[in-house]
């Protein structure tokens, strides 16, 4: 029975010591910190999400009003006469409308006739003479 009581004895002085009450504070410490600790990980996480979209809509806002008088200036009076004056080539009563031609080169007539696209600076380009497909393939990899 010495025994029993030395070990009920044994064990009531170790939970009630200092020691092992501090160790097993910091053990529920520890435990109670590392789901604190990811949540306010996400926390953060999430409030830089909000930010970023903030500023998103914030842009998008910026460009909506902008397509917005972009639309209202296409529906007004101002840029529909404009229109009319370029494409149909209407006037207003007692104007005179002066077209101006602009001279045109026979190398550039040449050009603009064979070509699909006619975009600026291509016109200086040289075409290539007219090559057979093994040709192109032994120019690309070992140059000229």
């Known amino acids: 029975m010495n025994s029993g009581k030395n070990r009920k004895n044994l064990a009531g002085r170790l939970f009630s010591s200092r020691v092992f009450l501090t160790i ?8 109670l910190s590392f789901p604190l600790a990811k949540n306010l990980s996400q926390r953060y996480k999430i409030d830089e999400e909000v930010a970023k979209m903030r500023e ?8 909506n009003s902008g397509l917005k008088e972009l639309a209202s200036y296409f529906e007004s009076d ?4 404009g229109e009319a004056r370029l ?20 190398m ?5 006739a064979g070509s699909v696209y006619n975009l600026p600076g291509l016109e200086n380009l040289q075409p290539e003479k007219l090559k057979t497909n093994p040709e192109k393939w032994i120019k690309y990899f070992f140059g000229n």
């Open 78 to 81: 101002q840029f529909i006469e």
């Open 56 to 63: 998103e809509i914030s842009r998008i806002e910026k460009k």
């Open 24 to 31: 097993f504070g910091l053990c529920i410490l520890t435990l």
């Open 87 to 106: 494409k149909l080539s209407l006037k207003k009563n007692g104007e005179e409308v002066v077209g101006i031609k602009n001279p045109v080169s026979e």
């Open 108 to 112: 550039e007539k040449e050009s603009d």
